[in-house]
């Protein structure tokens, strides 16, 4: 599984900003997908993903209310709407998948496929 994320950039604190990931290669018919992000200096985090057996989507609290994640019906690419984004929102989003039926975590290891990265930047 091949993952491509794109639509990061520098925003003002308040600005909204989305990104997409699409998935290629083989991708099971449908994957479990989210976003992690790593900001300067720190470990990389979970954000957001929707759950591959079914279940609410899940956020990290401190993105609750502003992020929004929405998946495809094919099941292969998602995005992240950022709204009202905050300096501490700044640092380096990583898409992320597992194959279906993969138990979700918010540990980043237990993910099996990763994407490049796309840097957000949210000044003050």
């Known amino acids: 599984v091949q993952l491509q994320a794109s639509g990061g950039g520098s925003a003002q604190a308040g600005d909204s900003l989305r990104l997409s990931c699409v998935a290629s290669?083989?991708?099971?018919?449908?994957?479990?997908m989210g976003w992690f992000r790593r900001a300067p200096g720190k470990e990389r985090e979970f954000v957001a993903a929707?759950?591959?057996?079914?279940?609410?989507?899940e956020y990290a609290e401190s993105v609750k209310g502003r992020f929004s994640i929405s998946r495809d019906n094919t099941k292969t690419s998602v995005h992240l709407q950022m709204n009202r984004l905050k300096p501490e929102d700044t640092g380096v989003y990583y898409c992320?998948?597992?194959?279906?039926?993969?138990?979700?975590?918010?540990?980043?290891?237990?993910?099996?496929?990763w994407g490049q990265g796309t840097l957000v930047t949210v000044s003050s």
């Open positions: 992320t998948a597992d194959p279906p039926g993969s138990v979700f975590s918010r540990i980043p290891i237990r993910w099996n496929y």
């Open positions: 290669g083989r991708t099971f018919g449908g994957l479990c």
């Open positions: 929707v759950p591959c057996r079914g279940g609410a989507i």
